[in-house]
């Protein structure tokens, strides 16, 4: 049962690397090579699907790990998985004090409404998640390990 929790843990948190790497490195530069007002429509609509989304995915993964944390804390690894959830912890605060509270202005922007320094915000968000998935990519590599 374990190794089936720690399969699925690994598999979960993977994914939410893949997509917050997909985000980081291929989304938002098709989304910037748009002429300028379809780029700002859809970082606003991207905003509000994976701000939908994005935080159910983070705290399961963070449950999971725990669960794992413990369920394997006879096991070697175990330091490893504590560690990952620390990280995975950080990544959670990262997004609710950094990432979020852009991430709410620019899901409501239209051409009609956005503010005059909104790219400024975008890079700013984007520096951030940058950061975030450098953290989540390391969280990530723990499990990895972890599991050998």
């Not at 979960?12 to 910037?32: C, P, Q, T, Y």
């Not at 004090?97 to 409404?113: A, C, D, G, S």
């Given at each position: 049962?374990?190794?089936?929790?720690?399969?699925?843990?690994?598999?979960?948190?993977?994914?939410?690397?893949?997509?917050?790497?997909?985000?980081?490195?291929?989304?938002?530069?098709?989304?910037?090579?748009?002429?300028?007002?379809s780029g700002q429509l859809g970082h606003a609509h991207?905003?509000?699907?994976?701000?939908?989304?994005?935080?159910?995915?983070?705290?399961?993964?963070?449950?999971?790990?725990?669960?794992?944390?413990?369920?394997?804390?006879?096991?070697?690894?175990?330091?490893?998985?504590?560690?990952?959830?620390?990280?995975?912890?950080?990544?959670?605060?990262?997004?609710?004090?950094?990432?979020?509270?852009?991430?709410?202005?620019?899901?409501?922007?239209?051409?009609?409404?956005?503010?005059?320094?909104?790219?400024?915000?975008?890079?700013?968000?984007?520096?951030?998640?940058?950061?975030?998935?450098?953290?989540?990519?390391?969280?990530?590599?723990?499990?990895?390990?972890?599991?050998?």
């Amino acid at each position: 049962m374990l190794s089936t929790l720690e399969v699925v843990t690994t598999v979960v948190v993977g994914l939410m690397v893949g997509v917050e790497f997909s985000v980081a490195f291929i989304m938002n530069r098709i989304l910037d090579a748009l002429p300028e007002d379809s780029g700002q429509l859809g970082h606003a609509h991207g905003g509000r699907m994976l701000g939908a989304l994005m935080p159910f995915w983070y705290i399961g993964s963070l449950v999971l790990i725990a669960i794992w944390a413990v369920a394997g804390w006879h096991r070697d690894g175990a330091g490893l998985v504590v560690t990952a959830a620390g990280l995975l912890m950080l990544s959670v605060v990262m997004s609710i004090l950094l990432l979020v509270p852009i991430n709410n202005r620019n899901k409501t922007w239209t051409p009609e409404n956005r503010p005059a320094d909104w790219k400024e915000q975008l890079h700013r968000w984007n520096r951030y998640h940058y950061l975030r998935v450098a953290v989540i990519v390391a969280a990530f590599t723990l499990l990895v390990t972890a599991l050998a």
